[in-house]
């Protein structure tokens, strides 16, 4: 079977079509994740400092996502309640 290439004549088509599959099959980290393992290797103080600080920042929108449902539920049985109580 002769080599199918890609129209830049590069990359077989069946090898990168695998590859998609197999990135898509691998499940991705949480962003939070990927930029801590950046913290963990940066070295120079002043990308560190921007990194942790976009690590807090994503940290804080991650903590306050369930909470802001719960309030939302907490908020709609109250208000049931208060229904049911009139």
Do not use: Y
Request: glycine share 2%; charged share 40%; hydrophobic share 35%.
């Amino acid at each position: 079977m002769a080599d199918v290439k890609t129209h830049f004549e590069e990359v077989p088509i069946e090898l990168a079509q695998k590859a998609a599959e197999k990135e898509a099959a691998q499940p991705r980290k949480p962003e939070w994740v990927e930029i801590a393992e950046a913290v963990c290797e940066e070295k120079d103080s002043t990308k560190l400092l921007d990194l942790v600080s976009e690590l807090n920042k994503v940290l804080d929108e991650r903590e306050r996502k369930p909470q802001r449902e719960r309030m939302g539920k907490i908020t709609g049985a109250s208000d049931s309640a208060s229904d049911v109580a009139s």
